[in-house]
């Protein structure tokens, strides 16, 4: 047996592993999936919204806010405009004189979201700070149904389930397939207190928890993940709630989904060299969140290469080939030459392609009553593009981003 096949059946047990390691979850904890813990008390929670030119979605955020079910007089909205330069904070300004309980913290500069979160929470006389992006719509019950969590002390920070608001253009319908598969699978690491992104949409956090963490870091390009990770790294538990849910917009171009993506990786690869230190070291972050994130992108970017190997052998040995038989004027290809029988490499790559078409299918059947799957997931093609497309070039990203992390390029 060759290393090429050794290769090859290697991606393919890692990848059934994974497939059979996730089912594992699903049928241990499938009566639990959308359950959340009712709170014992109703907490103060301060809500912080940080806003940079947000004129168009702004007044919608802070009313989804303030209009969810969640007690009035438990809640406060801090929204941070960070130095924005149309009418976000006259429009803020015009809402305030209607809603008693929102908090304006205008800037006058823009320093970037962490460091308005943290202006924020100076602010905050909440026991939990909740931080929703300025163009995030959560659902009524979203805000109280992550307060349960929190009655166990070690709780740290929950996290939503984030959902595509549009889906009209096609690469919006390929990322509300992923978002829900996305949640589903941060759900299922729940299980083994190992969330590792508290997403930026919607986020519930212990105050306790930021201080002690000294808030969010600005260096970071994505502050979510960094911030998640640090309070592992305290010794906290992070939670997700699947029932939570919380609308928000996605990229409608593919250069604006690019550029978020290789911020994502950027950020994402950034946590890991800062928090390198815990590798075998630090509880459930050191011994799974660092290795199994670490392993996930490398395994990617790896099979990624192999793929491209091999589709650039395969070329080269029909070109080379043809190149003999013009030149030496032999037939090309005979029909005994023909194998219809096939090979066992093409059987695995079917297996996994029919493992990873079940795997989707059943999250967007489990969460179709959740109102989260829409008529669009249900079409093939939406699906075939999803899993044979978009996941085989989506490591593009990581090697973009590695190169950018490289050449010190951390501008937006």
């Given amino acids: 047996m060759g290393v090429i096949t050794i290769l090859y059946l290697v ?17 241990k904890n499938r009566g639990k999936m959308f ?6 008390k109703t907490y103060k929670v301060s809500v912080l919204v940080a806003a940079y030119n947000e004129e168009g979605t702004i007044k919608g955020t802070i009313e989804s806010i303030i209009n969810s079910d969640y007690d009035k007089e438990k809640i406060e909205v801090i929204v941070i405009n960070d130095g924005s330069k149309d009418g976000t904070s006259k429009i803020v ?3 305030m004189t209607k809603y008693s309980n929102l908090v304006l913290i ?8 962490a460091d308005s979160l943290n202006q924020g929470i100076k602010k905050s006389t909440g026991e939990l700070i909740a931080v929703v992006d300025a ?12 307060t349960g969590f929190f009655d166990d002390k070690k709780v740290g920070a929950a996290t939503s ?11 919006e319908k390929i990322q509300a397939i992923e978002y829900v598969v996305l949640a589903w ?39 979510d993940i960094e911030i998640t990770w640090h309070i592992l790294s305290l010794g906290y538990k992070t939670k997700m709630c699947l029932d939570a849910i919380v609308y928000t917009s996605a990229p409608n171009k593919f250069k604006r989904w690019y550029r978020q993506r290789e911020r994502w990786g950027i950020g994402g690869i ?22 199994f994130v670490s392993f996930i992108i490398f395994l990617s970017m790896f099979a990624f290469l192999f793929g491209l190997y091999l589709i650039f052998r395969s070329l080269l040995s029909i070109f080379l080939s043809a190149k003999y038989s013009y030149t030496s004027k032999v037939v090309l290809l005979r029909m005994q030459d023909i194998n219809l029988n096939p090979s066992i490499l093409l059987f695995f790559l079917f297996v996994l392609f029919t493992t990873s078409w079940i795997y989707n299918r059943f999250i967007l059947m489990s969460m179709k009553h959740k109102d989260i799957a829409e008529q669009e997931f249900w079409k093939v093609f939406n699906r075939f593009f999803y899993i044979l497309i978009y996941l085989t070039l989506y490591p593009v990203v990581w090697f973009t981003s590695v190169y950018r992390i490289i050449k010190g390029d951390l501008k937006w």
């Fill in 135 to 146: 163009d995030s719509y959560p659902k009524e019950d979203s805000i109280m149904k992550l």
């Fill in 185 to 223: 699978t941060r759900k299922l690491l729940d299980f083994l207190d190992a969330v590792y992104v508290t997403n930026g949409p919607l986020s519930m956090y212990r105050k306790e928890a930021l201080i002690k963490a000294n808030g969010f870091d600005p260096k970071s390009v994505t502050e």
């Fill in 93 to 95: 300004r015009k809402l």
């Fill in 106 to 113: 205008d800037k006058e500069k823009n320093t970037g979201k």
């Fill in 161 to 171: 389930a984030v959902l595509l608001k549009h889906k009209k253009k096609f690469i």
């Fill in 35 to 40: 359950d959340y813990p009712k709170p014992n």
């Fill in 11 to 27: 991606f393919i047990f890692i990848a059934l592993y994974m497939f059979f390691f996730y089912i594992i979850l699903i049928l």
């Fill in 270 to 291: 950034q946590t890991i060299i800062k928090y390198k230190w815990t590798f075998f070291r630090k509880g459930l972050l050191g011994y799974f969140v660092l290795p």
